[in-house]
């Protein structure tokens, strides 16, 4: 069965960090681009990282350059993204996604990350 597992959202203060986690099962994960995207009330999804196969690009959005880290483990099926300097603009529901370069995309149930004094 195919699934995209995320965990390690929570409350944070601002200027504190978190390292969010989404665990694959079902597919071939090496062959896939991983991405984080978050959705804030109100707004639209964002693109916030996402990295190619082990070997290849990563971007980030603009609001995240130089605070958050994206990595992939692809012998644990695990991706990654390390969350400094947070900000309250960054509280919002953060979603993995699959690519397989084609027409086959998958989604995680999010995971909420609020970032509140």
């Known amino acids: 069965q195919l699934r995209l597992v995320e965990s390690g959202g929570g409350l944070v203060q601002p200027g504190g960090s978190l390292r969010l986690s989404c665990t694959a099962s079902?597919?071939?994960?090496?062959?896939?681009?991983m991405s984080w995207y978050r959705q804030a009330p109100g707004k639209k999804r964002e693109l916030v990282a996402g990295i190619r196969r082990a070997d290849g690009d990563i971007e980030y959005g603009d609001a995240v350059k130089g605070r958050f880290t994206i990595d992939r483990d692809d012998a644990q099926n695990t991706v990654y993204l390390e969350m400094n300097l947070l900000k309250p603009d960054d509280t919002a529901v953060y979603y993995c996604?699959?690519?397989?370069?084609?027409?086959?995309?998958?989604w995680g149930q999010g995971t909420q990350v609020t970032v509140s004094s």
């Open positions: 996604h699959a690519w397989n370069y084609g027409q086959l995309v998958y």
């Open positions: 079902g597919f071939v994960f090496s062959g896939y681009a």
